[in-house]
């Protein structure tokens, strides 16, 4: 799953937040009065939490902690780690969403689109072994989905006797693929799941779905203009190899964990048509530089806009080093063909391996998505997945089948990977509205008559709903 930097929407921190437009009013309630013992304390009181600092937000009490987790939850004996969560809290009286990014949490106070149309309390978790969060010494081979679950779970067991509330588990991305994974692990613990462009890599060694969709996503014009671009990046390979070096001596990057500047200026050239389309929309294709008669510094400037040269260096990869290992150890990745580079391209599509330092042992286990794939399609229950679009890594999406319940799957007209329920058509929009607001046990009576009449109860915040705009790697979900 090729990773290019890029300045787009913080997916890392929420997907799916609400849209000025999409955040229509119902009656907010406040944070409950700290009468009795504090909320602070009673959440202090939970054995193994600790207080990181708590920051004000008007309405809300917004905490960062540390919780104490099993390396090996199958093997609580065998050592401990700390674990970063953030808390915004509401009211004990309110339903609650665990948010899971799939990689580190955001300390700024956030807000989901699901908590935002229930108007409740949201538990965020850091991933397990991305930093702080991650055992010393590291044992990589309990970072998995299993044990990933399992963190979830105690944390949910913890907040549940003070957050006595229905529960939803939500997140965009990696995070709604942690979401789904935490279902089939537990599929007791949460009242409804909102998983949001959740890819779904079931057999890793066939991506011909990518190839596809590649082949008929946008506009022919804007296909071609992009894969113009891409092929010029490496006709002009020499030239533009040039300013990447100078850029890496600048900047102190080196190149160990990929094995050269040729192996990564090569990468984030492949991930550039990619990138585009998670993270832009057709009518972005006119800032695209027309390859013929673009200058050496118009190509290089493109490319690093959408994928971004600082990615494949050590410096940059180091952060994801967890979701390399978990992409080449379970999750899978994608493998494109890119015909239209054919006797330019040196590596392909590389590796999940090649990301990752050789120090770390990596054995793939092509079981475990089927696994999870098979669970969905016949047990799924009280379930969403909402897929943009125009964003390849909705397809290969989850799909729902015969044997699930109260489950669903939505598509957001020309969206990319930060698709939502605000930007589903209108009547799938209040339908799915409805769904959330039905699982979190706060639907008004009048939408329980009619799904039509669904809208978010609480109103838009302009900090709290924000989706942090940041330089982080495209291609990756």
Known sequence: MRK????????????????????TAGAATAAEPTTGTDIKDRILAIPGMSLIEEKPYAGYRFFVLNYTQPVDHRHPSKGTFKQRITLLHKDTNRPTVFFTSGYNVNT????????????????????????????????????????????QHRVFKALKKIYAKNWLSTGGSKGGMTATYYERFYPHDMDGVVAYVAP???????????????????????????????????????????????????????FKTIGSLDRAYEAVVLDYTWGFWQYSLVADCEAIPTAATATDQEIYDSIDAISGFSFYTDQGLGTYTPYYYQAGTELG???????????????GYQPPRNFVPREIPMRFKPWVMDDVD???????????????????????????GKGTRDSYVYTAPGANHGANVAGLVPEQK??????????????????????????????FDAKLDKRDVEREPALRP
């Open 4 to 23: 290019a930097l890029r300045w787009l929407l913080s997916l890392v921190v929420l997907i799916g937040t609400m849209s000025a437009a999409g955040a």
């Open 108 to 151: 700024t106070p956030r807000r989901s689109e699901p908590t935002a149309i229930i108007d409740g309390n949201q538990v965020s978790l850091e991933y397990r072994f991305f930093t702080p969060s991650r055992p010393d010494p590291a044992n990589w081979s309990k970072l998995d989905i299993r044990q990933a679950a399992s963190d």
């Open 200 to 254: 779904n890599d079931v057999v890793n060694k066939e991506d011909s779905a990518y190839d596809r969709f590649l082949e008929r996503v946008g506009t022919k014009e804007c296909r071609d203009k992009l894969n113009a671009v891409q092929r010029e990046a490496l006709v002009r390979r020499t030239p533009l190899e040039a300013k990447y070096r100078a850029a890496a001596t600048a900047e102190g990057y080196t």
């Open 333 to 347: 990745s994608p493998d494109i063909q890119q015909p239209h580079l054919k006797g330019l391209s040196r590596y």
């Open 374 to 400: 098979n669970w969905v399609r016949h047990n799924a229950r009280r379930m969403m997945f909402v897929y943009g679009e125009n964003d390849p890594w909705g397809a290969e999406p989850f799909r729902v």
């Open 430 to 459: 209040a339908k799915a509205t409805a769904s959330i607001l039905k699982w979190a046990g706060v639907a008004p009576a009048a939408v329980q008559e009619d799904p039509a009449k669904a809208k978010p109860l609480s109103k």
